[in-house]
Structure formats: structure tokens, C-alpha cells
């Protein structure tokens, strides 16, 4: 990446995992159902690991294609604007995790599509974490601070089911009962590119939020005119922009001072935290109130 634009691989590589994600995760698949039905996006990891997203990152030795942060970010700002499940954060980063300890089967299965990986963070009390879409997935990650640990899945007992507002997304309660020996634990680092992933993430969200609003207010007519004409409704749509631009930009900018190991590359990933999950909460609200809600 030159100037912050992408380079002609790094295009294809957005073109096929966008093409992917609008044939087999269309965001009209989360529309409200009579009955609220469970994750389906993970019958979709086999044919996910086989594009090879969950290994950007993983060296050859590990399966991997030896693609850096940058080539992640911009897959998971992709997975952002289909709300994909958060799995494919944990997943991507268990493989690399598992690598990091040693184990390259395990990262090279898991980078295959092969094993779902759900994610474990910290509860409201010592001992207690909160699982988000773990039901049935073999391995955790449990993501603690600075620490990531890749756990076997019967480290958490008196899984207790939570209700949250989106019937597509597991949510539990949980106590940490450690069996065995985690297969990787790593610190540092990768804990801080997983919260870039979760950044592109949140841009994805901000931007296909953004462009939903935009479109609308191109059709959507009130007193003979389309209500994009409306100063309002214009102004609203000016701000969800900005707001995505800046949340991209600044985790670009995070992504490539982790990349060239710079000083501040862990204050410019709080940053980008701060700034994309500000844009993705307030775009989502203002596209609401722009489409009558």
C-alpha cells in the first residue's frame, strides 16, 4: 500500500471476498424472521478458509499466504459491511495465535475453515466471561487485555445462555474453569492487530450504514421530491461520511504504524478503537432515523 491506496493485489483481494460475501452472505439474510433462527454464516467457513481469508496472515509454513495486517484490514472492513460473525475475527486471529505457539496444524486447520473459533471476554466478575457466538465451536479465544489465549472450548462450564438483540449472534455467560493447557497464549503484539481487525470491522459497519442512507434518500420521496433534498436529511448523510472517513482513515494509519513497528502504534490503535466504534453506533442510529425509523 502506497499513499493509502491500495495496491492492484490488495484490490483483487477486496473484489473476491466482496463478490464472495454479496453470492453467500447477502445482508438481507439478517432481516427479521417470525422466528428468530441461530448463526447460519458458519456454514460458509469452509468455502471462507478456501479463499483463504482466515490465513492471510499465517505464514506458508502454516498454510498461509504470508500477507501482512494491511491485506487482514481490508478483508475485515469487507466482513464489516456484511455483518459476517464476529467469528471471523476470532478465527483469523486463533490461527495466528496457534501459530504463534508452535502448533501449525492446529493453525493451518483452523485457517482451512476447518474449526469455528468463538470469542471469550471478560464478565462483570473475576472467573466470569462473556462468550459471543461460541455455541458449538470447538475453540475459544479468549481475549483479555493484552493477552489472547486459544482455549479448548471445555474450559468454560455453567454456560448459561443470555438474551441480546440480535437473535444471529450467541451470547453467554460463563465460568472459567481452565481443563488443559491453553494452545497458544500470546501477548503484545496481536492482541493489538485484533483490535484493528475489530476496527475495520466497525469502518465496514459505518460505511455500509452510510451508503444504505445515501441510496434511500435518493428514492425515498416526501412532498414530491426525493428527501435526500432535505436539508436534515443531507446533513445527516454529510456527517455519517465524515464520521466513516475519519474512522478509516485513522485505522489505516493505526495499521500501518503497527505495520513499521512505529512507537505509537499502540496510541494510534486506542485511538482508531475510539473513533470506529463512534462511527459505527452513530451511522447504524442515523441510518435508522433516515429510513422513517
Same mark, same amino acid.
Request: proline residues 5%.
Given at each position: 500500500?502506497?499513499?493509502?491506496?491500495?495496491?492492484?493485489?490488495? +484490490?483483487?483481494?477486496?473484489?473476491? +471476498?466482496?463478490?464472495?460475501?454479496? =453470492?453467500?452472505?447477502? /445482508?438481507?439474510?439478517?432481516?427479521?424472521?417470525?422466528?428468530?433462527?441461530?448463526?447460519?454464516?458458519?456454514?460458509?467457513?469452509? =468455502?471462507?478458509?478456501?479463499?483463504?481469508?482466515? @490465513?492471510?496472515?499465517?505464514?506458508?509454513?502454516?498454510?498461509? %499466504?504470508?500477507?501482512?495486517?494491511?491485506?487482514?484490514?481490508?478483508?475485515?472492513?469487507?466482513?464489516?459491511?456484511?455483518? $459476517?460473525?464476529?467469528?471471523?475475527?476470532?478465527?483469523?486471529?486463533? *490461527?495466528?495465535?496457534? %501459530?504463534?505457539?508452535?502448533?501449525?496444524?492446529? *493453525?493451518?486447520?483452523?485457517?482451512?475453515?476447518?474449526?469455528?473459533?468463538?470469542?471469550?471476554?471478560?464478565?462483570?466478575?473475576?472467573? /466470569?466471561?462473556?462468550?459471543?457466538?461460541?455455541? @458449538?465451536?470447538p475453540r475459544v479465544l479468549s481475549w483479555n487485555g493484552d493477552t489472547l489465549s486459544l482455549m479448548d472450548a471445555g474450559a468454560f462450564g455453567d454456560r448459561t445462555p443470555l438474551v441480546g438483540i440480535d437473535s444471529t449472534v450467541s451470547l453467554?455467560?460463563? !465460568?472459567?474453569?481452565? !481443563?488443559?493447557?491453553?494452545?497458544?497464549?500470546?501477548?503484545?503484539?496481536?492482541?493489538?492487530?485484533?483490535?484493528?481487525?475489530?476496527?475495520?470491522?466497525?469502518?465496514?459497519?459505518?460505511?455500509?450504514?452510510?451508503?444504505?442512507?445515501?441510496?434511500? @434518500?435518493? $428514492?425515498?420521496?416526501?412532498?414530491?421530491?426525493?428527501?435526500?433534498?432535505?436539508?436534515?436529511?443531507?446533513?445527516?448523510?454529510?456527517?455519517?461520511?465524515?464520521?466513516?472517513?475519519?474512522?478509516?482513515?485513522? !485505522?489505516?494509519?493505526?495499521?500501518? *504504524?503497527? !505495520?513499521?513497528?512505529?512507537?505509537?502504534?499502540?496510541?494510534? @490503535?486506542?485511538?482508531?478503537?475510539?473513533?470506529?466504534?463512534?462511527? *459505527?453506533? /452513530?451511522?447504524?442510529?442515523?441510518?435508522?432515523?433516515?429510513?422513517?425509523?
Amino acid at each position: 500500500m502506497i499513499d493509502l491506496h491500495p495496491s492492484a493485489d490488495q +484490490v483483487a483481494i477486496i473484489d473476491s +471476498v466482496a463478490a464472495f460475501l454479496a =453470492d453467500r452472505l447477502p /445482508r438481507d439474510r439478517l432481516r427479521p424472521e417470525p422466528q428468530p433462527r441461530a448463526n447460519q454464516d458458519r456454514e460458509a467457513w469452509p =468455502d471462507l478458509g478456501a479463499l483463504g481469508v482466515f @490465513a492471510l496472515g499465517l505464514p506458508e509454513s502454516s498454510g498461509g %499466504a504470508g500477507f501482512g495486517l494491511v491485506e487482514e484490514v481490508l478483508v475485515h472492513r469487507e466482513f464489516g459491511r456484511y455483518l $459476517v460473525s464476529p467469528s471471523v475475527v476470532s478465527t483469523a486471529m486463533a *490461527a495466528r495465535v496457534a %501459530a504463534a505457539g508452535g502448533d501449525s496444524s492446529l *493453525a493451518t486447520r483452523i485457517g482451512a475453515g476447518e474449526i469455528v473459533v468463538g470469542s471469550a471476554l471478560p464478565g462483570p466478575s473475576v472467573g /466470569r466471561s462473556h462468550l459471543l457466538d461460541a455455541v @458449538a465451536a470447538p475453540r475459544v479465544l479468549s481475549w483479555n487485555g493484552d493477552t489472547l489465549s486459544l482455549m479448548d472450548a471445555g474450559a468454560f462450564g455453567d454456560r448459561t445462555p443470555l438474551v441480546g438483540i440480535d437473535s444471529t449472534v450467541s451470547l453467554e455467560a460463563a !465460568t472459567f474453569a481452565p !481443563t488443559d493447557t491453553p494452545a497458544g497464549v500470546e501477548e503484545g503484539r496481536l492482541p493489538r492487530q485484533a483490535m484493528l481487525l475489530v476496527c475495520a470491522y466497525l469502518v465496514g459497519i459505518a460505511e455500509a450504514t452510510c451508503d444504505q442512507s445515501v441510496e434511500y @434518500a435518493k $428514492v425515498r420521496e416526501q412532498f414530491g421530491q426525493p428527501i435526500g433534498a432535505f436539508q436534515a436529511v443531507k446533513h445527516r448523510c454529510a456527517d455519517m461520511l465524515m464520521r466513516a472517513s475519519a474512522a478509516w482513515n485513522l !485505522t489505516l494509519f493505526a495499521t500501518l *504504524a503497527d !505495520t513499521a513497528g512505529g512507537g505509537d502504534a499502540g496510541f494510534q @490503535a486506542s485511538a482508531a478503537r475510539l473513533i470506529s466504534a463512534d462511527a *459505527a453506533l /452513530r451511522n447504524a442510529a442515523a441510518n435508522i432515523q433516515n429510513h422513517g425509523g
